[in-house]
């Protein structure tokens, strides 16, 4: 089992910065590949991007690169997504995931936490 627990989102402008942060517990197993996603209000939820248990292998999706990082400190049982340059279509619900192995589909993962809203006002 793992438990994950977001926080971090918040409301701010386009252009702006937010970092969000997952905390982890659980099976270090189901924790090798760790993932963010987001869903706005109408719309599938989306990939946004992953990391493997060392942090040496990282993707993101494409509307996302250049703009947001993941990063995992296994010591804390953390998973971060620094996010910057916001956009209004950034706005959604994001949520933290776990798997055996990192990945861009979120049939992958096998855990997930319970969501933190992000808000980009125009």
């Known amino acids: 089992q793992v438990q994950l627990e977001e926080s971090g989102g918040g409301l701010v402008q386009a252009g702006g910065s937010l970092t969000l942060s997952c905390v982890a517990s659980g099976d270090s197993y189901w924790r090798n590949g760790m993932g963010w996603f987001r869903q706005a209000p109408g719309k599938e939820r989306e990939f946004v991007a992953t990391?493997?248990?060392?942090?040496?292998?990282?993707d993101y999706a494409e509307s996302v690169k250049g703009r947001f990082i993941i990063s995992r400190d296994n010591a804390k049982n953390t998973v971060d997504l620094e996010m910057s340059s916001l956009k209004p279509e950034d706005t959604g619900t994001y949520y933290c995931?776990?798997?055996?192995?990192?990945?861009?589909?979120?049939?992958?993962?096998?855990?997930w936490g319970q969501g933190t809203q992000v808000t980009v006002s125009p």
């Open positions: 995931a776990a798997s055996e192995y990192l990945g861009m589909t979120k049939d992958r993962y096998k855990y």
């Open positions: 990391i493997n248990w060392s942090g040496a292998n990282t």
